[in-house]
């Protein structure tokens, strides 16, 4: 009895690491087909995200922000990405954006790292991680490079792009 248990145990979280990994598979050919809604199908009601421009942003705010890139690269987005893995509580991928930053016509190839971790079938945490200083010198060229490192450039642009998200949503509703 024992060796059956463990074995349907074992199926069991199998097919809980194949399903978690189907999700962020999902979430990011959402995002590669620049379709927002089935993005924000794979987080939970009460997603927390964060990333180093955006900081933390908290359930609607976090669906708010993917639907808000994906319309503001007007098609102009490219995503890739790789690495998928998950197990039954946590998760991560490697992905990367190509796109032109807006206020300033630069290009800009951003490599980032998410960590995920699950809840109810969903996505419950999601944190991306990319480096901050690169991502500045080739959107805002010789400032970002001089600034980019900084936590008063890091807590300025939080500032900007939450007030740029606030203004999204109030438009949207």
């Excluded at 199998?14 to 990011?28: A, D, G, H, P």
């Excluded at 942003?57 to 987005?77: C, H, P, T, V």
């Excluded at 007030?163 to 438009?171: A, G, I, S, V």
Aim: hydrophobic share 35%; charged share 25%.
């Amino acid at each position: 009895m024992a060796i059956q248990s463990a074995t349907k145990t074992q199926r069991h979280e199998v097919k809980r690491n194949m399903n978690n990994t189907n999700l962020i598979t999902e979430f990011y050919t959402s995002f590669a087909n620049q379709n927002y809604k089935e993005m924000i199908a794979c987080y939970h009601h009460d997603i927390e995200f964060n990333d180093p421009a955006f900081g933390t942003l908290k359930g609607d705010q976090a669906k708010a922000m993917w639907q808000m890139l994906i319309e503001r690269s007007e098609g102009k987005l490219k995503v890739v990405f790789s690495d998928v893995q998950a197990d039954a509580q946590t998760g991560s991928a490697h992905w990367e954006a190509f796109y032109v930053f807006s206020k300033t016509g630069r290009n800009v190839h951003n490599k980032i790292d998410a960590r995920f971790e699950f809840k109810d079938g969903k996505i419950f945490r999601h944190h991306d991680h990319f480096n901050l200083w690169k991502w500045s010198s080739q959107a805002l060229g010789a400032s970002g490079f001089l600034l980019g490192y900084t936590s008063f450039f890091k807590n300025k642009l939080q500032k900007q792009t939450r007030k740029l998200l606030t203004d999204y949503m109030q438009r949207s509703k």
